[in-house]
Nanobody, 127 residues
Framework: QVQMVESGGGLVQAGDSLRLSCTAS??????????MGWFRQAPGKERHFVAG????????YYADSVKGRFTISKDNAKKTVYLQMNSLKPEDTSVYYC??????????????????WGPGTQVTVSA
């Protein structure tokens, strides 16, 4: 089973940038057909999709709310997925999680389609 661990969160001001990392560990391996996703969840709210990327090809898709500001990327050798977040807004404040799904779920924005969730990393954006 693959285990995901997120890092890179913090407290920043509106307009700043942050880069989150999500590294896979454990006895399992990421399959070339897998899709990696970033989600976020604010207190008392549902978990929402942010961005997804195919592990092999690197093709990606985004939530409308972050398109043009956030960029998802990967480093296969490091088994790591990144989320570069620019022009951060207070409404981006959330716990950010990464997870994995199968190739046939590419394009999915449903948290229920993803698994192997990490513990999350807190991002707080002050006005």
């Amino acid at each position: 089973q693959v285990q995901m661990v997120e890092s890179g969160g913090g407290l920043v001001q509106a307009g700043d940038s942050l880069r989150l990392s999500c590294t896979a560990s454990g006895p399992g391996r990421i399959l070339s057909s897998n899709v990696m996703g970033w989600f976020r969840q604010a207190p008392g709210k549902e978990r929402h999709f942010v961005a997804g990327i195919r592990w092999m090809s690197g093709s990606s898709y985004y939530a409308d709310s972050v398109k043009g500001r956030f960029t998802i990327s990967k480093d296969n050798a490091k088994k790591t997925v990144y989320l570069q977040m620019n022009s951060l807004k207070p409404e981006d404040t959330s716990v950010y999680y990464c997870a994995i799904t199968s190739s046939n779920n590419y394009g999915s924005r449903r948290a229920a389609d993803f698994g192997s969730w990490g513990p999350g990393t807190q991002v707080t954006v002050s006005a």
